[in-house]
């Protein structure tokens, strides 16, 4: 394989992380935030209806961590594949 | 010590140290004042970006606007952070890499096009002008409020401060004292939050409070014996409803118009260019990443904390003022009564507050300075029908709060110094981009370009003196329509610069033609959508009228897909970019170019932070 095909293969891993956290990002604010916040509503979580807790707390958290992930995951690509800045 | 001496001394300390730290940080380069010399460490600079970011609205009026909507005001909760997880994937890593000083630049260069550059640096002073003007009226509404200054006299004051700094420092000193100002601002925010929590449920995390049992004290706070041991959220929905509001925990707006108003947030935040210009400051892509994620995580540290100040004020609120004997009520009524935050008229004449659903009166108070029967300052706004009989304006909800939790004065002084902090930063960052637009972009890059580097940074300076002068101006003399158009600044983020920048980095087949006209159709039809209901036709704003039931405040989402759309379809019956352009676009993709098994040698040896 050379570079550039490699280089490709570091491009697409990035693009499916990305996909895939900001399907988690789409899930916590716009599904249980939003779309679906009657009905988690009806359960509670401590003093919380889920859905209002996700709406005002859950989501921002989750976003939170979604960039730690994004982080620690692009920094072992990038050793993995070479393009690490020192 | 009065509130008064306490707001002089800690306004007095702030101050000097936001100009104490511009001296040491003067910006002498070109580099210095866009970019900081790339030399800022990420969690300063997340620090950094946080009160970039927290504006006067966020500090000052967000959680009142929570505590009025309930469960609908979360969508500034979600929308405002959601963003930063679009710039740490999407933005902020690529254009870095790229390594220019604004974001017109990159959209001009990567779409070859000098007119792609002038609409999107017109956009941007656009953009950071409506914004601008907001800040420096909230920094002289503070002075007003606190220390009974003038507002023009405040807003004079404040414009002294960020000349001071912005002119001298450029993003160098703005970096610096943003991150003094985040640390002032923050502290203002938790100190009374963390107070009210423990007041009424005994637990010293506002987030958690807020869902927690009211404590033995907080009941006794309440008046209300039959409160203890009971969820706040559970005591607050039932007072909603002995009083005719729907549930405090329940929302009343169009799903679909909340979905549209927070794509609109989120996508207008990661579009926003004084938020990302703050990721240019940094050594590394890889730290542009992270300081995302810092970023992030000291915005949250407030907005979590925000919609629980938001439910503790509102029960408090209610609690100590419904049914209450005008005589009774706690002595933070009186005080801002004098201020027009709020009023009561007795329509039954009975002299106890009634509060309740509907409007007490038209209009914002005017007082006849006369005292009314019971001691109460009385107004000559026509009264309306219905039986609530108090105005009270959201923003009393942060301002009043540390009275009503009845905290040491310093801190009601602090409050003061934070409510300046979060509104002097916003200005400083907003003024550096209109300053940067026209040196670096309308003089250098196009006027110009032989311009030599002192040249230039001396437009930068003159740009930001006049960017301060003409802000101070729109705070003396605010606009009517300022309120108005932040949706604009929004609206027109999302719908101009987001598609362009993000299409850019993740598709090299788009070309000029499509970036064109994608911006101009999707500009062009926020703008037609806001100006009709909020100017030509303001009778008309009504839920039935709007198209797909999306208020001009969530329509910036349509734009953002209009463009979305022309880009893609442009593009793809169009000639195709440049080679040099997808190589360019290409090199945006990894953060550096090494062969294989080429050793690790610095490229270019950078100060570290």
């Known amino acids: ?86 | 010590m009065s509130i008064t001496t306490w707001t002089w001394i800690l306004i007095g300390i702030t101050f000097s140290i936001y100009i104490l730290v511009a001296i040491r940080a003067r910006a002498v380069s070109t580099g210095a004042f866009y970019a900081a010399d790339r030399t800022i460490h990420p969690i300063l600079n997340g620090m950094a970006t946080g009160a970039d970011w927290m504006s006067a609205a966020s500090f000052i009026s967000m959680a009142g606007l929570i505590s009025f909507m309930g469960r609908d005001g979360s969508m500034y909760l979600m929308g405002w952070t959601g963003g930063y997880v679009l710039l740490a994937m999407l933005l902020a890593p690529y254009l870095r890499k790229y390594g220019k000083y604004t974001v017109p630049e990159f959209i001009g260069d990567r779409y070859y096009s000098q007119s792609a550059r002038i609409i999107s640096l017109l956009c941007a002073i656009f953009v950071s002008f409506t914004y601008v003007a907001g800040q420096m009226r909230g920094v002289g509404v503070v002075f007003s409020r606190f220390l009974n200054v003038p507002i023009n006299t405040g807003v004079v004051i404040g414009m002294c401060i960020v000349f001071f700094y912005a002119v001298l420092g450029g993003m160098k000193g703005v970096t610096y004292t943003q991150v003094a100002q985040y640390c002032v601002l923050i502290v203002a925010y938790m100190i009374p939050a963390i107070y009210i929590s423990i007041m009424l449920t005994g637990n010293p995390i506002p987030a958690l409070g807020f869902g927690s049992t009211i404590s033995p004290g907080g009941a006794e706070i309440l008046q209300d014996s039959s409160a203890q041991g009971k969820y706040l959220l559970d005591v607050l929905n039932g007072i909603h409803k002995d009083l005719g509001f729907s549930e405090y925990t329940s929302g009343v707006r169009p799903k679909i118009d909340i979905f549209f108003i927070v794509v609109a947030l989120m996508v207008g935040t990661a579009g926003l260019p004084h938020v990302i210009i703050r990721f240019f400051t940094v050594p590394k892509i890889r730290d542009a990443r992270a300081s995302a994620g810092w970023a992030l995580i000291f915005i949250v540290l407030l907005y979590t904390a925000a919609p629980a100040v938001a439910a503790f004020a509102r029960t408090n609120f209610i609690k100590t003022v419904h049914n209450i004997q005008y005589k009774d009520a706690p002595q933070w009524f009186q005080s801002w009564e004098s201020t027009g935050l709020i009023a009561w008229v007795d329509k039954n004449n009975d002299g106890i507050i009634q509060y309740g659903p509907g409007k007490a009166f038209v209009g914002k108070p005017k007082y006849t300075g006369h005292v009314g029967h019971f001691g109460q300052a009385t107004v000559t706004n026509v009264a309306l029908a219905g039986a609530n009989e108090l105005y009270v304006d959201r923003d009393i909800i942060v301002l009043a709060n540390p009275e009503i939790a009845r905290l040491p004065n310093w801190i009601i002084a602090l409050v003061a110094a934070g409510g300046l902090a979060a509104a002097l930063s916003t200005a400083a960052g907003l003024l550096l981009v209109i300053s940067s637009s026209i040196s670096h972009d309308l003089m250098k890059g196009v006027l110009m370009p032989s311009m030599s580097e002192k040249g230039e940074l001396l437009w930068a300076r003159c740009g930001a003196a006049g960017a301060v002068v003409v802000a101070g101006l729109l705070g003396i003399f605010p606009p009517g329509f300022v309120a108005q158009v932040v949706a604009f600044a929004f609206g027109l983020a999302a719908a101009s610069f987001f598609p362009a920048i993000i299409m850019g980095i993740f598709n090299k087949k788009t070309n000029v033609y499509g970036a064109m006209s994608g911006m101009i159709a999707g500009i062009g039809f926020t703008a037609f959508y806001i100006i009709y209901f909020k100017f030509i036709n303001p009778g008309a704003n009504h839920p039935e009228n709007w198209w797909f039931g999306i208020s001009p405040e969530g329509i910036g989402t349509v734009g953002m897909l209009i463009n979305f759309t022309l880009l893609i379809v442009v593009s793809k019956f169009t000639p195709e970019p440049p080679q040099e352009i997808q190589e360019l676009v290409d090199k945006l993709r990894y953060p550096v170019e090494r062969k294989r098994g080429e050793t690790k040698v610095s490229t270019k040896a950078r100060s570290p932070y």
């Open chain 1, 1 to 86: 394989m050379d570079r550039s095909q490699e280089l490709q293969q570091y491009w697409k891993k990035n693009i499916k992380y990305i996909a895939v956290l900001l399907s988690i990002w789409f899930f916590v604010s716009y599904l249980c935030g939003i779309i679906l916040v009657d009905q988690l509503d009806q359960f509670m979580l401590a003093g919380f209806p889920v859905g209002f807790w996700f709406a005002n707390q859950g989501a921002e958290i989750t976003f939170c961590l979604l960039i730690i992930v994004y982080v620690r995951l692009m920094n072992r690509l990038d050793r993995q594949y070479d393009v690490f800045e020192d």
